[in-house]
Structure formats: structure tokens, C-alpha cells
């Protein structure tokens, strides 16, 4: 059989890939795990792949990045590390997951060790997992991480038809690309049993509003930050809920630079482990995020969602009536917060029914599986 690298750095890539993970446990397919610590903490790794039942990774880099600015430097540490992990272990495909610097240096350093098959004879193919997003803002580290990985892959594993639309307007040959629907329903559904509640609609549920916020384009400009966190107060008044905000320790360290204090209007609380997320947003009465991945769980958990920022790669999330993208612009956020709140929870879950790592597997054992 093939063996498998998969490449993670943060929480939702090892989310969304603790499915493919699991199964390949099961189906007894030889795999390695790499953590290149873009997001690392000891406690809360072991913690999260415990909860998640995944073994802890073979390798763990401790990555970190030095400033937001020195994209560069944090990419190109992790492929000398991954280089020399890779030629280690030769993997005969690489997975690696959605728009990280992690995806990007994994997508790279595969791509790149391949060139050199007239010297080593060794060729990895590459994988990329929720492939096909586009927010069409090439401002964000993110839009050129998923492109540029997209365009280095051998096979795409793209949630929805729109994704896989994007990538064939694109160039990328059709025989190399799979719907599948989105993994994050998998784990999802793998963990239903251990949320409290399960899904929202009883007349109980909806007491309160989420927050997430934590891209830096929005908590690093004081007066954006400021702005956003006013409407926010405002809606929380105007609704009577109180704001639960599970904050990145990176938001928390700029909001103490920034002085600016929450104390009396908002619960501020620690991250939580990924059961007790998906709790707190299935029985919120709205959530407002920064964050693609919580839009795709809003959707998918029937919740309405805001999006404070300017585009999203989860259009899917708009066209079903789940999400508004506000911007953010304080009268605007406040405004679709009151059109999202009245919003009938009714639209269609648009990322597929919970088998995609099946799907995908699938594909890799087909394309990849056996020597001949």
C-alpha cells in the first residue's frame, strides 16, 4: 500500500483531517503525521488529539512565526524541516489541507522534491484537502496559500461543486478533481453524541451571541478593532443577549496593548476543546466571526452567521440565506446582526453528508494504492 504524509499546523486543519485520519487507522493504510506547530501548545495538543481520537503526531516542529509580516521566513523554515522529514520517510502522496502557511510549505517542498526525480528516482504526489475556495482578495496570506497549492496538486478534493467550478475556470484539469463534500461535516457528525444539546431549535436554546474575531487585519488596527467591538456592544443591547467570546490568546495580547477593556458587557472566556465549540455555537442565537472555517459550521449547524470582513471563500454560506458578510463598517455589522437574528433557520446544509473521507481515500487508494 501507498503511505500516506499528512501536513498540519492548526486546529481546523487537524480538525478537518481527523477524519481521513481515523479512517486510514481503520483501513490499515500506513500513514506519518507532521505537526509543524504554526498553532502549538503541549497541554491543549494532547488534549485535542485525544478528544478528537487521533494518535499524538510522529514529528512536531514547533514552527511559530516571528511577525505577520515575515511570511516568507515562516514558510521557508518549515520546508527545510519538512524537505528533510520527507526524504526520511518517502511518503507516496502528501495531504495537506486548505490555505495555512503550513499547506503552503507542505504543497511546496513535495512539488519541489518531485523536480529532483532524475537524481533520487523519488516522486511524491500531492494532495490538497478543501481545495477550490476563492475569496478573490489577494491581500490575504491565505488566498495565495490555497492557489498556489491548488495549482500543485495532483488531485484536488474540492467540498462543493462551486469550489470545483473555480479550479476548471482555473486550468486545473478536470480528471483531477473530486467533489466530496466537506470533512468538517464528518468530524462533526463523529462527535454528536458528545455535544450538549445537539442541534438548535428548541425554545430554550439561543440565549446568547458568539464571537470569534482574530484576523489581523481586523485586531491589529486599534480603530478597526474598536469600531467592530462597538457594534458588537450595540447589537448585544439592542437584542438584550449577552456576547460569549472564546478569545485567541494573539486578539486577548492585542486588546491589552490597545487598553481596550470588555469588563461588564462581554463574557470573555479561555478557547475551548472542539466539542465544547461546536456547543457553544449550536445553541447560539447568532454567531459573528472573522473566521472561514466557524462560517462553514454556523451553516452546517443551522446558526446564523455574520461575517466581519470584507469577502469570504465560503460563498456557498451566503447563497443558502445562512451568512451575511457585514464588512466592517460598525452600522452595517449592526444591521445584519438584526436581518440574521430574524432569519428562518431553514436553509440546506450545502457541504455534503458526513462520507467524505471516505470519498477521498477512496480516490487515493485508486490513484495511488498498490505498487505494481
Not at 71 to 98: C, N, S
Not at 246 to 263: D, L, W, Y
Request: glycine share 6%; hydrophobic share 40%.
Amino acid at each position: 500500500m501507498m503511505k500516506i504524509a499528512f501536513i498540519f499546523g492548526t486546529r481546523p486543519e487537524i480538525i478537518k483531517l481527523s477524519s481521513v485520519i481515523r479512517l486510514s487507522v481503520r483501513e490499515k493504510i500506513p500513514f506519518v503525521t507532521i505537526h509543524t506547530g504554526q498553532h502549538y501548545s503541549t497541554v491543549m495538543s494532547r488534549r485535542f488529539f485525544r478528544e478528537l481520537d487521533l494518535p499524538m503526531p510522529d514529528y512536531n516542529l514547533n514552527i511559530r512565526s516571528k511577525a505577520p509580516w515575515r511570511q516568507g521566513d515562516h514558510t521557508g523554515r518549515m520546508m527545510m524541516r519538512l524537505e528533510q522529514i520527507l526524504l526520511k520517510e518517502l511518503p507516496g502522496v502528501v495531504v495537506v489541507h486548505g490555505d495555512t502557511n503550513s499547506t503552503l510549505a507542505g504543497a511546496l517542498t513535495a512539488s519541489k522534491i518531485s523536480t529532483t526525480k532524475a537524481f533520487t528516482g523519488f516522486d511524491i504526489k500531492l494532495a490538497h484537502v478543501e481545495a477550490g475556495l476563492r475569496s478573490y482578495d489577494r491581500s490575504m496570506p491565505e488566498e495565495i496559500n490555497r492557489i498556489m497549492a491548488d495549482h500543485l496538486s495532483d488531485l484536488l478534493f474540492v467540498p462543493t461543486v462551486k469550489s470545483r467550478d473555480i479550479v476548471l475556470s482555473e486550468g486545473v484539469k478536470r480528471k483531477k478533481v473530486f467533489v466530496t463534500g466537506n470533512t468538517f461535516v464528518d468530524t462533526l457528525y463523529f462527535k454528536r453524541p458528545e455535544w450538549s444539546g445537539n442541534l438548535p431549535g428548541s425554545p430554550d436554546k439561543g440565549g446568547y451571541i458568539l464571537l470569534t474575531i482574530h484576523r489581523q487585519e481586523n485586531v491589529d488596527d486599534k480603530k478597526r478593532f474598536v469600531g467592530i467591538l462597538k457594534a458588537i456592544k450595540k447589537i448585544g443591547v439592542d437584542h438584550k443577549l449577552p456576547i460569549i467570546f472564546p478569545a485567541h490568546p494573539r486578539t486577548v495580547k492585542k486588546m491589552e496593548e490597545f487598553g481596550i477593556s470588555v469588563s461588564g458587557w462581554m463574557e470573555l472566556m479561555e478557547p475551548c476543546a472542539f466539542t465544547e465549540f461546536i456547543a457553544l455555537e449550536a445553541n447560539a442565537a447568532l454567531i459573528l466571526t472573522d473566521s472561514g472555517g466557524v462560517q462553514e459550521e454556523a451553516c452546517v449547524l443551522l446558526v446564523p452567521c455574520v461575517t466581519l470582513r470584507d469577502s469570504t471563500e465560503r460563498p456557498e454560506t451566503v447563497d443558502v440565506g445562512a451568512n451575511i458578510i457585514a464588512g466592517i463598517d460598525p452600522v452595517n455589522i449592526v444591521k445584519s446582526a438584526r436581518v440574521m437574528l430574524s432569519r428562518k433557520r431553514d436553509w440546506k446544509n450545502p457541504f455534503g453528508d458526513g462520507r467524505a473521507a471516505e470519498r477521498i481515500l477512496d480516490v487515493l487508494v485508486r490513484q495511488f494504492g498498490r505498487k505494481k
